[in-house]
């Protein structure tokens, strides 16, 4: 049981981690990461439902709404960064950015 | 499943989603996107070794395998509308898995919120930012030999790691009453014993709201709005 979600998780995980590093598009990084979340909700519900000892709890389940506050304030500033980018660039490409610097 | 069998499968995979990235021929990426699709499909066909009840095996193994479609989907997919849709895919089956799991309450908030609204955010921000149709960045990945690897030796090390630890029971544990995770369980549990967590969290929040509208207006500052205070760098 456990074993077959925490493997949906990791693979969920690292396809987040494989879109981040590979896409260009600075909206479609921000996606990734938040598919990186959705991994590991479901690694935090698994380990609340099925623990390898005791019984079941919530706590699990508590963890992963905290992660949703946290995932929600990170989706709000990030678009605000990725808008105020597109202002001052007009594009949304990362490699565009990869200077660090004005150009 | 021994760890080299999996191993070998997320390799399989790693090399179907190295050909289906964005940048390939079509024909190629037809090619790259059966692979994966056999990888995945040979992933989770192990499930049924730790997942004995076929009533619970077949809902789980349809929901993760459209997931993992989806994911992968969303990131080689060239238009970025269309990465946000497969993204909705993907919540609504990690909410189904969730359900599977008894966390009712956890399922219809991932839902309201991700699918409801920060997919709806991020949908209005690409229809704000690309209204001319898909840019020339959407059509080439960046170094997609070297992310994938990356990927895959993340993969591999925490599947391995996983096959290798200890193994639970296969039967689904008794799920007490106070553990369902319906509303009125999660709320005795959030109000007494994380109640201050809750109040952090409406913090974070508000300071998160704040916070996105003072960097957004940021350049706004030189318009004669008389609604704009001072927004000074």
């Excluded at chain 1, 990734?32 to 099925?50: D, Y």
């Excluded at chain 2, 898995?97 to 956890?106: H, I, N, R």
Aim: glycine share 10%; charged share 10%; with cysteine.
């Amino acid at each position: 049981m456990l074993i077959a979600y925490l493997i949906v998780g990791a693979v969920l995980f690292a396809l987040g981690l494989i879109g981040f590093v590979t896409r260009r598009n600075l909206i479609i990084m921000f996606l990734c990461t938040e598919m990186m979340f959705q991994g590991i909700i479901v690694n935090l519900v698994a380990f609340g439902r099925f623990p390898l000892v005791g019984a079941p709890d919530l706590h699990g389940q508590v963890f992963a709404l905290f992660l949703l506050v946290v995932a929600a304030s990170e989706a709000a500033l990030g678009l605000a960064l990725v808008v105020l980018l597109y202002r001052n660039s007009g594009t949304l490409d990362a490699n565009f950015w990869k200077q660090l610097r004005d150009h | 499943m021994p760890p080299i069998v999996a191993i070998a499968l997320l390799f399989v995979g790693a090399l179907g989603l190295y050909l289906l990235m964005p940048g390939a021929r079509l024909s190629i990426r037809v090619v790259g996107g059966a692979v994966v699709l056999a990888a995945i499909a040979g992933l989770l066909a192990f499930s049924r070794m730790w997942i004995p009840d076929l009533g619970y095996l077949i809902p789980f193994a349809t929901l993760a395998f459209v997931g993992l479609v989806g994911g992968i989907a969303m990131i080689t997919v060239k238009q970025p509308v269309y990465s946000a849709l497969f993204f909705v895919l993907v919540v609504i089956c990690v909410t189904g898995l969730l359900v599977l799991s008894d966390a009712q309450f956890l399922a219809m908030g991932l839902l309201a919120i991700y699918a409801g609204a920060i997919l709806v955010t991020y949908v209005f921000v690409i229809m704000l930012a690309q209204q001319g149709g898909t840019a020339a960045y959407d059509h080439t990945a960046r170094t997609p030999l070297a992310g994938v690897i990356a990927g895959f030796l993340l993969l591999g090390a925490l599947t391995s790691a996983i096959l290798s630890g200890p193994v639970p029971d296969s039967a689904i544990p008794e799920l007490p009453v106070e553990a369902r995770g319906t509303v009125q369980n999660m709320g005795i549990e959030l109000l007494t014993t994380y109640v201050v967590g809750i109040q952090l969290s409406g913090i974070l929040l508000l300071s998160a709201m704040v916070g996105a509208i003072a960097i957004a207006r940021r350049k706004a500052a030189s318009n004669s709005d008389g609604l704009i205070l001072e927004a000074s760098d």
